[in-house]
C-alpha cells in the first residue's frame, strides 16, 4: 500500500506532508507530559512493527498473501499519539533506507497508514480493549478493515488528484476496494491474535495506555485532513488548468520538442531562433544529439568528481 | 565521597504480581572490594543489583551508596557514582557507532565536545577496545560488544561496577579476557554469576542468594569449598574443585 | 563479527527479507566514510534531497528528456561522496517493478498521439510510463543517497536542528538501532518454524500471531531494560549530538548551487535547448 514518488504531485504530496506534520507535532506536543521512560518503548515498538511487516502471512482463499500494516495494534498498545509518531518514523526510515515509498510521497503514506488506522479508526475500539471478549473481538476486525479501505481510498484520491499515473479512477477503485478487504481482514485477524495471545500471557501490557487519556481532539485533526485535501485538490486543479510549456506542445503532437519558455526566447543563441510548430526532422535530431550532448556532460562531470576524489586525501573510514 | 561503601539494610521486595524476590537482605560492602553473588535461577540476584543502582527503589529497609540514600531524590548522585553493566549487551548499545554510544552518558552530563573525545577514547582504551570507535554496535562480536558496554559505563567515572552475568554467553577465549579486564579494575566491583570459577578468579567474598535470602556471606575459598552448602543453595562446586 | 554478520545469508525461505537487511547494513557501513559529501551539515542534504524530489516530481506527466539533467545530482553524490552504484543497484531493481506497476495501465488508457523519430506515432501513455520509471530512479536513489552519506546519528541531528516533532528525531534513532535486532529475531523464528513444518512460504494467521506476540512480549522486557540502561546513563528525553558540525560558507554556497542548477533544469529543457544549438552550429 505504499504510494510512491513517482505517482505524487508536489500539490498532493506537499499539502499532506504538511498535514502529517502538523498532527505529528500536536502528537508529540502531547507526549511531552508522558515519562521519558515511554520513548524507548516507541522506539522497540516501531522495531517490532517493521520487522512483522517483514513477515508474509498467508491470506485464506485467496492464495494470495499480505503483511500486518501495525497502525491499530500499535495504538492499542501505546495510545494514539505515540503510534501515530511511530509510524511516521517507520514510514520515514522506509522511504530513505529502502526507498519504498517515498520522501515526497511520505505525507500520503502517513495519512493513509497512520492517520487513518490510528486517528478515525482506534478511538471507536478503544472501549473494547479492555474486554477480550468475543464481541469486541469482531469490533476490532472490523475496525481494522475499515481502517485499511479507507487508506485504500486515500491512495486512490491521492492518485487520482496527482494526475501522473492516467488511471480511470472509478474502476480502479473498484478492483482497489474488493482487494483492500482481503487485507483489511488479515490485518483485523492478526491485530485480534496478537492482542488475545497478549491477554493470555501478560495482560499487564494492554490495559495501561488504553484506560487512561482522552479521545485524541478530532476536531483538529479533522479540519487538518480537510485543508490538506482542499489544498492538494485546488493545488492539482491549478496545475492542470495551467499546463506549461512542454505539456502544452505535447497535446499538439510533438515530442522532442517544446516550445520555448520566455527565458528561452531571452537567451536564445541567435536572433529569430525558434521551434516552429512543424515537426521536421531536425528538431528530431537535434532531440537525440542533445540528449547526448547532455549524457556526455554528465559522464564529464563524474570524471571531475572521480579525479577530484583522488586528489584528496584518503578520508578516514 | 572517597569511601564508595554499599550497604543494604533489610531490603526487602515484591514484583508487582506479589512474587516475592527479596526478603531481608542485608549486607556491607567497603571500597575496592570484590563481591559476587551467587545463586540459583530466580534466587534474586538481577532484582538486587537493580536495587543498588537505583532501577527499583526498596519497598521496605534501605540501600546506601557512599553517602546516600538510594531514593527518588539522590537518584542522580547515585546513577554517577554506581556504572551499572547489564546482561545482553544489546539492551545497553543502542547508537549508531561505538563513540557515539560510549559518549552518551558524558554528552547527558553535558561535557563538552573536546573534553568528550578525551573520556571516551579513555574508557575504550581501558577496555582495549579503542579501534572500535566507528563501529555500529551489530558489527561486533560477543566479545567487543561485552567491552564495549563496559566502556560506556566507565566513561561516566563511577566508582562503583555491578555487572550482571559479565561471562555468559562468552567463548572460553573472551571469557578470559574478561576476567583479565575485571582484575584489572581498582574499583569496587559487586558482579552477578553462575560461573563460579570466574569467581575464584575476580572476587574475594561471596553472597549467596536462595528465594530472596542470604543464606552465606564469606570469603571465596572458604564458601566456594563447601559442597554441601552450594548444593543446599542450588549449585554446585567449581569445576576445578570437583574430582 | 563476521559470522553473525553473515547469518542472514542461511535463511532460504526469506532470502529477500534478509537481503534487504544485508543492504541496508551495507549503506549503514558506507555511512561512515569520510568524503567531502559526508562531512557537510546533514541539513544541507536533507533540504536539497527534499527539494530535488519536489522539483522532479513538478514535471509534467509526459516530462522525459528534460528530466535527464537532474542525473547529475544522484551522481555527484555518489561519486564525490564514494557509494558505488552496486550499492543502490539491488534495491532499486527490487522496487521498480512497483513503480512500474503503476503505470503500467498508462499506454492503454492514454492514447494521446505522439510522434516519435524513428518509431512513428505511439500513445503518450508510453511516454508517461517512461516518465514514471525515470521519476522513480531519481527520486529513490536520491533517497537512498542521502542515507549513505549521512548515516542515522546526522540524520536524527537533522531532524532535531529542522524542527521536526520533538520526539521524532529519537525514536528514529531507537527504531533505526532495534530494526537489526528484532528483524533477526523474526528471521530466527521464522527459520525454526520452517525447520519443524512443510515447505510453506507464507504463515498462516493464527501461527503468525502467537509468533508475533511471543516476539512482542520479550520486545516489551526488552523495552524495559533498555530504559533502565538509558536512564542510568542520564538520559532525559533528547539525545545529546556532538555539535561538531557547523554550517559554514561551503554549506550556504553548495546550497544555492544546486538550487538554482535544479531550477534552471526545471525552467529550461537542457538536452532539447542543447541540441537545437548544436543544430544550428553545425547546419
Not at chain 1, 218 to 234: D, K, N, Q
Not at chain 1, 282 to 296: K, M, Q, R
Not at chain 3, 149 to 170: D, E
Request: glycine share 8%; proline share 6%; net charge positive.
Amino acid at each position: 500500500m505504499h504510494m510512491s514518488d513517482a505517482l505524487v504531485s508536489p500539490a498532493v504530496g506537499g499539502a499532506l506532508w504538511l498535514s502529517s506534520l502538523a498532527i505529528a507535532r500536536q502528537a508529540s506536543r502531547k507526549m511531552e507530559s508522558r515519562p521519558v521512560e515511554t520513548l524507548p518503548l516507541m522506539g522497540v515498538a516501531g522495531a517490532f512493527v517493521f520487522a512483522a511487516q517483514m513477515i508474509n502471512i498467508s491470506i485464506p482463499g485467496t492464495g494470495s498473501s499480505g503483511h500486518l500494516g501495525g497502525g491499530l495494534l500499535l495504538a492499542s498498545l501505546v495510545g494514539p499519539e505515540a503510534a501515530f509518531l511511530i509510524m511516521f518514523v517507520v514510514l520515514f526510515i522506509q522511504a530513505t533506507f529502502f526507498a519504498d515509498g517515498g520522501l515526497l510521497a511520505l505525507g500520503c503514506n502517513v495519512i493513509n497508514m497512520g492517520f487513518f488506522p490510528i486517528y478515525i479508526v482506534y478511538p471507536y475500539i478503544r472501549n473494547s480493549l479492555a474486554s477480550p471478549g468475543r464481541g469486541s473481538r469482531i469490533k476490532i476486525i472490523i475496525a481494522a478493515v475499515i481502517g485499511i479501505e479507507l487508506g485504500a481510498t486515500g491512495v486512490v484520491i491521492e492518485t487520482a488528484l496527482s494526475g501522473l499515473a492516467s488511471l480511470n479512477w472509478k474502476p480502479f477503485l473498484a478492483a482497489f476496494l474488493p482487494i483492500h478487504l482481503a487485507i483489511g481482514l488479515l490485518e483485523g485477524v492478526l491485530t485480534v491474535a496478537i492482542l488475545s495471545f497478549l491477554y493470555r500471557i501478560r495482560p499487564d501490557i494492554i490495559p495501561s495506555y488504553t484506560k487512561s487519556g482522552k479521545t485524541p481532539s478530532r476536531i483538529f485533526v479533522g479540519i487538518i485532513f480537510l485543508l490538506a485535501l482542499g489544498v492538494a485538490g485546488l493545488g492539482s486543479r491549478f496545475a492542470s488548468t495551467h499546463p506549461d510549456g512542454l505539456e502544452w506542445s505535447l497535446v499538439k503532437g510533438q515530442f522532442f520538442q517544446s516550445s520555448p519558455s520566455k527565458l528561452q526566447e531571452k537567451t536564445a543563441p541567435f536572433p529569430g531562433y525558434q521551434t516552429g510548430p512543424n515537426q521536421d526532422s531536425t528538431s528530431s535530431w537535434a532531440g537525440i544529439i542533445g540528449i547526448l550532448l547532455t549524457l556526455g556532460v554528465l559522464m564529464g562531470v563524474r570524471k571531475v568528481f572521480i579525479w577530484r576524489r583522488k586528489n584528496l586525501p584518503p578520508g578516514n573510514t | 565521597m572517597s569511601h564508595h561503601l554499599v550497604i543494604c539494610r533489610d531490603l526487602s521486595f515484591s514484583y508487582p504480581d506479589g512474587t516475592p524476590a527479596l526478603d531481608r537482605v542485608s549486607f556491607l560492602i567497603t571500597h575496592g572490594e570484590s563481591v559476587a553473588i551467587v545463586g540459583a535461577n530466580g534466587a534474586g540476584k538481577s532484582t538486587l543489583l537493580l536495587h543498588l543502582a537505583g532501577v527499583f527503589l526498596p519497598q521496605s529497609g534501605s540501600v546506601q551508596v557512599g553517602d546516600v540514600k538510594v531514593e527518588k531524590a539522590h537518584l542522580n548522585e547515585v546513577r554517577r557514582t554506581v556504572g551499572f553493566v547489564f546482561q545482553n549487551p544489546d539492551d545497553q548499545l543502542f547508537m549508531p557507532t561505538v563513540f557515539d554510544d560510549v559518549a552518551f552518558g558524558p554528552r547527558n552530563l553535558g561535557t563538552t565536545e573536546p573534553g568528550i573525545e578525551a573520556r571516551v577514547m579513555a574508557a575504550l582504551n581501558e577496555v582495549g577496545a579503542a579501534h572500535l570507535r566507528n563501529r555500529p554496535p551489530y558489527h561486533l562480536s560477543g566479545g567487543e560488544k561485552r567491552s564495549v558496554s563496559i566502556a560506556t559505563v566507565l566513561a561516566l567515572n563511577p566508582g562503583i561496577l555491578v555487572l550482571d552475568e559479565p561471562t555468559s554467553n562468552l567463548d572460553p577465549v573472551n571469557r578470559r579476557k574478561m576476567i583479565r579486564l575485571l582484575n584489572q579494575f581498582t574499583h569496587t566491583r559487586i558482579l552477578a554469576t553462575h560461573d563460579l570459577d570466574l569467581v575464584l578468579d575476580v572476587c574475594t567474598r561471596v553472597l549467596i542468594l536462595n528465594q530472596g535470602r542470604i543464606t552465606a556471606d564469606g570469603e571465596v575459598q572458604t564458601v566456594l569449598r563447601n559442597k554441601d552448602l552450594l548444593e543446599r543453595n542450588g549449585l554446585e562446586l567449581p569445576l576445578r574443585f570437583q574430582n | 563479527m563476521a559470522k553473525e554478520e553473515s547469518a542472514p545469508r542461511k535463511y532460504v525461505s526469506t532470502g529477500l527479507i534478509s537481503r534487504a537487511v544485508i543492504e541496508l547494513r551495507s549503506l549503514d557501513a558506507l555511512s561512515r566514510q569520510s568524503t567531502p559529501v559526508h562531512k557537510l551539515d546533514p541539513r544541507v542534504k536533507l533540504i536539497l534531497v527534499f527539494a530535488f524530489v519536489f522539483i522532479i516530481m513538478s514535471f509534467p506527466p509526459y516530462a522525459l528528456l528534460a528530466l535527464v539533467p537532474f542525473f547529475s545530482f544522484p551522481l555527484w553524490m555518489s561519486t564525490a561522496g564514494r557509494i558505488p552504484p552496486r550499492a543502490l543497484s539491488w534495491k532499486l531493481l527490487m522496487l521498480a517493478p512497483l513503480a512500474i506497476l503503476v503505470g503500467i495501465f498508462n499506454p492503454l488508457l492514454d492514447s494521446t498521439p505522439i510522434q516519435v523519430p524513428f518509431l512513428g506515432t505511439i500513445s503518450g501513455g508510453w511516454i508517461s510510463l517512461g516518465s514514471i520509471i525515470l521519476r522513480f530512479f531519481l527520486s529513490a536513489s536520491a533517497g537512498l543517497l542521502l542515507v549513505g552519506t549521512t548515516g542515522p546519528l546526522r540524520i536524527s541531528q537533522a531532524l532535531q536542528q529542522l524542527k521536526f516533532p520533538k520526539f521524532i528525531g529519537v525514536v528514529f534513532l531507537l527504531i533505526y538501532r532495534y530494526l537489526f535486532i528484532l528483524t533477526d529475531e523474526f528471521l530466527r523464528l521464522n527459520q525454526a518454524r520452517i525447520c519443524r513444518s512443510a515447505k510453506r512460504k507464507a504463515i498462516s494467521i493464527s501461527l503468525a500471531g502467537s509468533m508475533m506476540g511471543s516476539v512482542l512480549i520479550r520486545t516489551w522486557d526488552r523495552a524495559e531494560r533498555i530504559t533502565s540502561a538509558m536512564l542510568l546513563r542520564g538520559f532525559s528525553g533528547t539525545v545529546p549530538l556532538p555539535n561538531t558540525q557547523k554550517w559554514t560558507r561551503k554549506e550556504t554556497l553548495l546550497l544555492f548551487t544546486w538550487l538554482s542548477l535544479f531550477i534552471l533544469f526545471r525552467i529550461v529543457n537542457i538536452p532539447d535547448y542543447s541540441g537545437q544549438v548544436f543544430m544550428r552550429i553545425f547546419r
